[in-house]
């Protein structure tokens, strides 16, 4: 079955850095275009960065633009997202999804048919 599975979370203090991962098995990654998303208690799951199948166009939040960068290894069957200059209102727990259709939607998150079970990343002040 398709496994997504998140790592790299952790605390860390602000202005810090963190690089996440996304593994991925069971799927034909790179017919996939792959997303990480966020959630914070009490708030909605809300886009991070999506990439297209072949890695050649990335999208970003524009509350992350300049200071996240997502990238993917197809030979890995792996997503990654680095993030610098990390702020507390960063914190949140990270998902990553995978996108069959890799359409317009991509900051959509029920446009995603798989999930991993997420990783949490705290900022300090």
């Known amino acids: 079955q398709v496994q997504l599975v998140e790592s790299g979370g952790g605390l860390v203090q602000a202005g810090g850095s963190l690089r996440l991962s996304c593994a991925a098995s069971?799927?034909?990654?790179?017919?996939?275009?792959m997303g990480w998303f966020r959630q914070a208690p009490g708030k909605e799951r809300e886009f991070v960065a999506a990439?297209?199948?072949?890695?050649?166009?990335?999208f970003y939040a524009d509350s992350v633009k300049g200071r996240f960068t997502i990238s993917r290894d197809n030979a890995k069957n792996t997503v990654y997202l680095q993030m610098n200059s990390l702020k507390p209102e960063d914190t949140a727990v990270y998902y990553c999804?995978?996108?069959?259709?890799?359409?317009?939607?991509?900051?959509?998150?029920?446009?995603?048919?798989?999930w991993g079970q997420g990783t949490q990343v705290t900022v300090s002040s």
């Open positions: 999804g995978a996108d069959r259709w890799g359409g317009s939607y991509y900051a959509v998150s029920r446009e995603y048919d798989y």
């Open positions: 069971g799927l034909t990654f790179s017919f996939y275009s």
């Open positions: 990439i297209r199948r072949s890695g050649s166009s990335t």
